[in-house]
Nanobody, 123 residues
Framework: EVQLVESGGGLVQAGGSLRLSCAAS????????IGWFRQAPGKEREGVSC????????YYEDSVKGRFTITSDNATNTVYLEMNSLEPEDTAVYHC????????????????WGQGTQVTVSS
């Protein structure tokens, strides 16, 4: 059974930091990129970042470049999203996903989704 389990969300003040985790199981971790998406209330889901550890590729949307860092621990099949300098606009449910590609169009090749973790940034 494929599972993607997010954790690490919470409430933080603007300017603060959070680290999200995505634990993957049930599929060959190295075959997939792991991406992060977010969806704010009343808005469409948008991409945040992805990593393909086998290919050594990372990708960031412009809105998070320089503030967020994505890393992968292949020993534990876990991907982390370090989020710094958080802004109220970052408030959303964050989902991780298994995608066959990491790059500007990684949202089009997602096969697996996690349930999400809430991130709330207060002003």
């Amino acid at each position: 059974e494929v599972q993607l389990v997010e954790s690490g969300g919470g409430l933080v003040q603007a300017g603060g930091s959070l680290r999200l985790s995505c634990a993957a199981s049930g599929f060959t971790f190295d075959d997939y990129a792991i991406g992060w998406f977010r969806q704010a209330p009343g808005k469409e889901r948008e991409g945040v970042s992805c990593i393909h550890s086998r290919h050594g590729v990372t990708y960031y949307e412009d809105s998070v470049k320089g503030r967020f860092t994505i890393t992968s621990d292949n020993a534990t099949n876990t991907v982390y999203l370090e989020m710094n300098s958080l802004e109220p606009e970052d408030t959303a449910v964050y989902h991780c996903a298994g995608s066959r590609y990491c790059g500007p169009y990684y949202h089009t090749t997602v096969d697996y989704w996690g349930q999400g973790t809430q991130v709330t940034v207060s002003s």
